[in-house]
Structures are given as C-alpha cells and as structure tokens.
C-alpha cells in the first residue's frame, strides 16, 4: 500500500497527523526547517530533532546542508550518528545534484549517496526533477528518490506563461490538447515539427510532475531497483491520487492536503443529515 509521510518539519503537526493512524514517516529540509523555527524562535535544535524522531515510528528524513562530496558525507554520518540512536529511523537527505552554477562539479550528490550506501547510511535523494536524476539516484544506491512534482509544475507553467496558486491542478492533458491543436494547422510536416519543438510544452518530453513520477516508476519497474520512490513537493488531494493510481511507494504531503484527501461536500452534508435524523428508537440503542 502507498505510504503517507507528513512533509513538515512542525512538530505539532507531526504529533497530530501522527494520531491519525495513516502517516508512516516525516520529509523535513531546510526550508521546512526554517519555517518551524519562526514560529519557535530560541528552540533547541538538537532536542526538536530528537523529538521528532521519537513522535514517528517510521523513517524522518534529514538533510545535509553542504555541497561537497565529503562535505555531506560527514555531515551525513553525523546526523545519522546523533539522531538514529533516538528511535532508529533517520534517513539522510542528499540532493541529487548540488551544483548551483554553471561550471560547478555535478557528481557530488551521487558521490555522496554512492558512499553512504557503502557505509550503511539510508538515503534520500532529494531535489530530483527529472527521471534521468532518478535513474542515476537508484544507481548509485540511494534507499529513496524524491520528485519534487510541484516544482515541475511550476516551471512548466511559468515556462508557458500560465498564471497559477500553488496548490492549484495542473492538467498535462491541457498541454497534451495544446500539442494536437498544433498539429490540426494547415503547415508543412517540417513547419509543424519546427513549431512543436519551439513551443516546449513539455520538460524534455516530461508533461507535469505526476508524468515524472509515472517515468521514474517505469524506469525503476523496468529494471527492479530497490530505491522507493518518494512523490514529494504534493501540493494537493488529486496528485496524491494520481500518483497512488500508478503504484508510487510514498507520498509525503503538507499536512493541509492530508485533510483535503479527507473532506468532500457531500461528505460533510451527508454527516449533517444523519445527525439531524438521528431518532429516540435510534438514540436508546447507545444507552
Ligand atoms: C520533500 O521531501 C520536499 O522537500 C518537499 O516536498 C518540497 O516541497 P515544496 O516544493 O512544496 O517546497
């Protein structure tokens, strides 16, 4: 069955959603981090680690902050040293590729995951936007992959120009339509190949983050790799079940679209109903 991981780095929040039976584990990184900090200025980081990873009896993802092979090695072993004696579930959060310019080293992640799965250091390879990144994560042995799908989105459409919330559905088979519109119009086969590949209505072939995490579990599927793949960056209800249709391993999801996966109009009008015809006959069979 697909694991729900809560994507929060709040430890209210984690305790909350943790109650409700459903949620196997925790997705932080620096940003979700930060945001828990603000809201608690003066904690103490070391001691909120450590109660996160006693509140879950499942993997809690932890990221390393560093760019260099040995760097996040180190950093890596350190937490994992620290924090996994805590409750035994630490997982180390590497991004897949640290570059932030051109010209900078490109392997430092896979380097690094390479390594800690030498070491025995579980691993998360984070910021993935393609499948290719994907497929050298499972390579070089990483025990997760995360597709940040909500990114992709976002850099399709503001690609295409298309005004958009963050939690807002993006529909690939709007795309898709655009493509064919393309081809209904009078122009010469070249013309109307020239005219697709300037319009670039995909990523390099990919139509939304759901696509791309369709792509990396056929890839892994096809070759049988052990790395779980994580559909991370879930902004609302509908791709969490999109990619639960294809079989995902894990989503980690913002604790709002947990409850959105739970509430429908009629749901809530139904419960109205039946409170409100809830007769005396009925009411003694409780007492
Ligand atoms: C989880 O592993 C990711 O860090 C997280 O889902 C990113 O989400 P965002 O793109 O909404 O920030």
Same mark, same amino acid.
Request: charged letters at 25%; glycine letters at 6%; proline letters at 4%.
């Given at each position: 069955?697909?694991?729900?991981?809560?994507?929060?780095?709040?430890? +209210?929040?984690?305790?909350?959603?943790?109650?409700?039976?459903?949620?196997?584990?925790? $997705?932080?990184?620096?940003?979700?981090?930060?945001?828990?900090?603000?809201?608690?200025?003066?904690?103490?980081?070391?001691? @909120?680690?450590?109660?996160?990873?006693?509140?879950?009896?499942?993997?809690?993802? *932890?990221?390393?902050?560093?760019?260099?092979?040995?760097?996040?090695?180190?950093?890596?072993?350190?937490?994992?040293?620290?924090? +996994?004696?805590?409750?035994?579930?630490?997982?180390?959060?590497?991004?897949?590729? !640290?570059?932030?310019?051109?010209?900078?080293?490109?392997?430092?992640?896979?380097?690094?995951?390479?390594? *800690?799965?030498?070491?025995?250091?579980? !691993? +998360?390879? %984070? *910021?993935?936007?393609?499948?290719?990144?994907?497929?050298?994560?499972?390579?070089?042995?990483? %025990?997760?992959?995360?597709?940040?799908?909500?990114?992709?989105?976002? @850099?399709?459409?503001?690609?295409?120009?298309?005004?958009?919330?963050?939690?807002?559905?993006?529909?690939? *088979?709007?795309?898709?339509?655009?493509?064919?519109?393309?081809?209904?119009?009078?122009?010469?086969?070249?013309?109307?190949?020239?005219?697709?590949?300037?319009?670039?209505?995909?990523?390099?072939?990919?139509?939304?983050?759901?696509?791309?995490?369709?792509?990396?579990? !056929?890839?892994?599927?096809?070759?049988?790799?052990? $790395?779980?793949?994580?559909?991370?960056?879930?902004?609302?209800?509908?791709?969490?079940?999109?990619?639960?249709?294809?079989?995902?391993?894990?989503?980690?999801?913002? @604790?709002?679209?947990?409850?959105?996966?739970?509430?429908?109009?009629?749901?809530?009008?139904?419960?109205?109903?039946?409170?409100?015809?809830?007769?005396?006959?009925?009411?003694?069979?409780?007492?």
């Amino acid at each position: 069955c697909m694991q729900i991981f809560i994507d929060t780095a709040d430890l +209210n929040e984690i305790r909350e959603a943790y109650s409700w039976g459903i949620v196997d584990g925790v $997705t932080t990184n620096p940003s979700l981090i930060k945001k828990a900090v603000d809201r608690r200025p003066g904690l103490s980081m070391r001691d @909120y680690i450590r109660d996160i990873c006693r509140s879950v009896e499942g993997p809690v993802s *932890l990221e390393v902050k560093g760019v260099s092979t040995e760097q996040m090695v180190q950093e890596a072993e350190m937490l994992y040293e620290r924090f +996994n004696p805590v409750n035994g579930n630490v997982v180390v959060k590497v991004p897949v590729c !640290t570059a932030m310019e051109d010209g900078q080293p490109l392997f430092e992640g896979i380097r690094a995951i390479k390594t *800690l799965e030498g070491r025995g250091i579980p !691993t +998360n390879a %984070t *910021l993935v936007m393609t499948a290719e990144q994907a497929l050298m994560a499972a390579k070089a042995g990483a %025990t997760y992959a995360s597709p940040f799908l909500g990114r992709v989105d976002d @850099y399709l459409r503001t690609k295409l120009d298309i005004a958009f919330d963050k939690s807002d559905y993006y529909d690939p *088979l709007c795309a898709r339509h655009l493509e064919e519109q393309t081809w209904e119009e009078e122009a010469s086969g070249a013309e109307l190949y020239d005219r697709l590949m300037r319009s670039d209505i995909s990523d390099n072939g990919i139509y939304s983050g759901v696509d791309l995490v369709d792509s990396i579990v !056929t890839i892994y599927d096809a070759y049988g790799f052990d $790395t779980q793949v994580i559909a991370a960056s879930v902004r609302n209800a509908r791709q969490a079940r999109e990619v639960a249709e294809m079989g995902v391993d894990i989503a980690t999801l913002p @604790y709002h679209v947990i409850e959105d996966m739970l509430t429908h109009p009629k749901t809530l009008e139904g419960m109205q109903l039946f409170t409100r015809d809830v007769v005396p006959e009925y009411e003694e069979l409780f007492e």
